[in-house]
């Protein structure tokens, strides 16, 4: 009996906005909840074993996910190179994203990786051609600046370590690129499994090295969550790091079909939510709120998605 795909992980036929609106929103609430959990359980592991698990289980459920679906074909790519650059791409971002989790808060981590969009919508006329007028360059400003509210990087406490998240947005901003560039017709489960593959690899390089090659005393007393290669793993570890996998596999599959389907420079500005729904977990699982004026800047990055959403509903009645 011949099988079925299920329609989400078929190639994409054409842009649908607001289908890619909706999957963008789920995906970077679900990926808010998994990185506030990361930063939750960082001081009880490293970098390189959280990311070594997660991605395991990231690649069991997608070839669970494969067989369901379609079959293992689902799992190979048309053009391997621009997917496992893509890749590549994002294991730089999560180190330079998850190396900061232990000092900084959610909302700090959220909005430095948040300058991606700026970097995209940068980019995205000389490199993929795309069209930016002049409601989305507004609309992308405005969220810049209420990111610049809540980074404040004029206030007596910044740290360098606040650019840590930045330089994973440039890294993020070049996956997406390639995404939109290379990948656009390549199915979800291609993707990931790429991005498992080199998440596994990276994290079990780490831990090698790190093991073969121990960094001195002080050094990994000031960062463990780095500078450790395998601290002891406990179920309770072992446990939340699967749990990640399940919300970072859903999210980045919501992600991957939402710029698939729908302008870069038309999802950058509403990506921006997802720092209200950092500061959303932030609440709910430190009981840390952010202060007024990162309330403000919050205000301005729902306001900028609300004026992109609003922008193209109108053009395309008319």
Known sequence: ??????????????????????LLLVGV?????????????????????????????????????????????LLVSQNWRPVY?????????????????????VAQMAAGLYTYPLFVSLLAGPI???????????????????????????????SPIQLLPVAAGFFYACNILTLRHS??????????????????LTGLAGIVVLTLFPVPAD?????????????????????VAIACSVLNLSGNICLARAYQTADSSWLAPIDFTYLLFAAFWGRVIF?????????????????AGILTAWREQKRQAN
């Open 29 to 73: 609430f679900t990926l808010a909840l998994q990185d506030a959990t990361v930063k939750l359980i960082a001081p009880e592991t490293s970098f390189w074993q959280f990311q070594t698990i997660r991605a395991t289980g990231n690649a069991s459920f997608i070839v669970m996910l494969a067989m369901i679906s379609g079959g293992y074909h």
């Open 183 to 200: 990948c656009r017709h390549e199915n979800p489960l291609s993707l990931t499994i790429a991005v498992a593959v080199l998440f596994f």
């Open 85 to 105: 650059f893509r890749a590549v791409m994002l294991s730089i971002c999560m180190f330079c994203f998850f190396s900061g989790a232990p000092y900084l808060t």
């Open 1 to 22: 009996m011949k099988q079925q795909h299920l329609p989400f992980f078929q190639s994409p036929t054409g842009d649908r906005p607001f289908l890619a609106m909706g």
């Open 128 to 158: 993929l051609g795309e069209k930016v007028g002049p409601w989305r360059i507004a609309a992308l400003m405005i969220g810049a600046v209420g990111a610049l509210f809540i980074l404040d990087p004029f206030d007596a406490r910044f």
């Open 219 to 239: 050094i990994s007393a000031a960062m463990p969550f780095v500078a450790i290669g395998w601290p002891e793993l406990t179920w309770l570890i072992f446990g």
């Open 287 to 303: 009981d840390a709120w952010p202060p007024q004026q990162a309330l403000l800047g919050m205000s301005l990055i729902a306001f």
